[in-house]
């Protein structure tokens, strides 16, 4: 939410017909098998359950990001939304170079050198891989500036 807020006061021009699209990549459903390995530890009203969580939150997440658009931009934004199932580094590349984007914007969380390690890094990720150029926006230690301007 941060590097879309930043990007709404500091990359988006009041003369411009930009759009922005929100990708919201969904993590790919957890396959629990019995100990026995004979079949699934879930029931398919639980797997239904889990999935109508997921996809609320995906929603959720959306709908918070649209509003932001909303409020902040300096102009009315127009705003598409991409939702993938998989993982969020291969998501957010293959959209990024299926739409041709003029710029992707990723936000950083900031992880130390060992969780980087073992979590992987999706905005280093992307700037390997996208065809575009990649702008990673880092929230500030003191987050009492949500724009990231001076």
């Known amino acids: 939410m941060y590097a879309l ?3 709404l ?3 988006i021009s009041q003369t411009s017909n930009d759009t922005i699209i929100l ?14 390995g004979t ?8 797997l239904a359950s889990i999935d109508k969580c997921r996809n609320d939150l995906a929603s959720s997440i ?7 658009c909303r ?3 300096d102009n009315e934004v127009k705003v598409e939304v991409i939702i993938e199932t998989g993982d969020p580094r291969d998501v957010i590349c293959q959209a990024a170079d299926k739409i041709h984007a003029d710029v992707l914007v990723v936000g950083s969380h900031g ?3 060992i969780k980087r390690a073992f979590l992987g890094s999706v905005s280093n990720h992307c700037a390997q891989n996208v065809k575009c150029p990649v702008l990673i926006v880092k929230k500030p230690k003191s987050s009492s500036s949500a724009t990231g301007t001076k």
Do not use: C
Request: glycine residues 8%.
């Open 5 to 7: 807020s930043w990007s």
């Open 9 to 11: 006061h500091n990359l």
């Open 23 to 36: 990708i919201y990549a969904k993590p790919p459903r957890t396959v629990y098998t019995s100990p026995d």
């Open 39 to 46: 079949g699934y530890l879930f029931s398919p009203d639980m």
């Open 62 to 68: 959306i709908e918070k990001a649209k509003k932001m």
């Open 71 to 73: 409020e902040q931009g």
């Open 111 to 113: 992880y130390g050198l």
